[in-house]
């Protein structure tokens, strides 16, 4: 039974925009912030949506390791590249305004890339490479996180979940978008295995002493203290090709370090020496091509859905009726919830209420 309480998207846009506001997030900042977790939700994705309003952000912002004004520093400008320091601001405005500037330049020069350093969790890397899908144009990001994920043979948390992110545009209604960690689950999941009530699935995560554990409170906890990492996709050790995972964080990681000049791995745990917590400093990058450089826009889209309709159509494996491409879940999940509204749990539903009660928002849910 879906015990989850559907509200009206405008209703949560307009309460999560006053919270960030009540927090000291300047207004036009809040409007984004509130609308990267709301598209969260509309893909399906809710272990980066509402889910994570108050405990990622709210209560960073509360204990200092999150800024709530973004004081945005360009350290390096040219027709195709540009390199940010964000001062532990928020990693959602920062990034913002970055693949604004970057789908400019690459509107008038084919192409550009651009670099964050000392920024914050940034919500779902597709929301960034779909700007430029929503122009016509490819967008490519990543960005490191806290270290979650241990290196082929190894069981020390190094690399975060590390996502590797395209948005292709096609000419169908929505765009080719791959937006996955490079770990088999990401710690995202696992925060909301543990709100649910939920184990983690067996053979994701692996201990210090090389087993495997399932039980998510306990696993959020190890991986503080690393005593605990997620195993890279493909899986532990050689056999399903894990170091095709491993090497793909790996690539992020550095990416999302050398670009900016920023920290990496084990310095953005989010505690200092002394256990206290502390800023993050994460890095992020971001690619934007312009198709129209190339061989066109509407040449490049139609190749692309071609592509993906192709796909599609292929031969089924027995007892499946449907091949998806990537994105096209969520889009699904979007026409599904657009009248239905924002799915939230009992667990969320506690955080909205203590959020609104804490700054006397004169908000009233139907789930009360």
Not at 50 to 64: E, V
Request: aromatic share 10%; charged share 25%.
């Amino acid at each position: 039974m879906d015990e989850r309480f559907y509200a009206s998207w405008n209703l949560m846009d307009s309460f999560l925009t006053d919270a960030f506001k009540g927090y000291g997030v300047p207004e036009e900042d809040a409007k984004i912030c509130a609308d990267v977790l709301l598209e969260s939700d509309r893909r399906g994705i809710e272990s980066h949506g509402c889910n994570r309003f108050k405990p990622i952000y709210i209560d960073r912002i509360i204990k200092g390791t999150l800024l709530p004004v973004t004081d945005i520093e360009i350290i390096k400008d040219t027709p195709t590249t540009v390199v940010m320091d964000a001062h532990d601001g928020m990693g959602m405005v920062a990034s913002h305004k970055m693949m604004e500037m970057l789908i400019d330049k690459a509107k008038k020069y084919g192409m550009a890339g651009g670099a964050i350093r000392n920024s914050t969790h940034y919500g779902i890397a597709g929301y960034w490479a779909t700007m430029a899908s929503k122009e016509g144009m490819i967008g490519i990001t990543g960005t490191n996180a806290r270290p979650s994920i241990a290196p082929t043979y190894g069981v020390e948390n190094m690399m975060g979940t590390n996502p590797l992110t395209f948005a292709l545009p096609t000419d169908e209604d929505f765009p080719f978008c791959l937006d996955c960690a490079t770990s088999i689950v990401q710690r995202g999941r696992i925060e909301y295995y543990a709100r649910e009530g939920k184990d983690t699935p067996a053979g994701t995560v692996i201990s210090e002493k090389g087993g495997a554990m399932t039980d998510s409170e306990a696993i959020l906890k190890a991986l503080v203290d690393g005593t605990a990492a997620l195993a890279p996709l493909g899986g532990i050790g050689d056999e399903l090709a894990g170091y095709k995972g491993y090497g793909y964080a790996a690539v992020v990681e550095i990416l999302s370090a050398a670009l900016a000049g920023g920290q990496f791995m084990k310095a953005l745990t989010g505690v200092d020496e002394n256990g206290k917590p502390s800023m993050y400093h994460l890095g992020h990058f971001f690619f934007v091509v312009d198709p129209e450089a190339f061989v066109g826009r509407e040449s490049f889209k139609k190749t692309a859905g071609d592509i993906c309709r192709a796909l599609r159509a292929s031969k089924k494996a027995p007892g499946n009726d449907r091949i998806y491409t990537a994105g096209e879940k969520e889009y699904l999940v979007w026409l599904e919830r657009k009248e239905k509204g924002v799915p939230l749990s009992k667990s969320v539903q506690k955080d909205i209420l203590e959020v609104r009660d804490a700054l006397k928002l004169p908000y009233h849910f139907d789930f009360e």
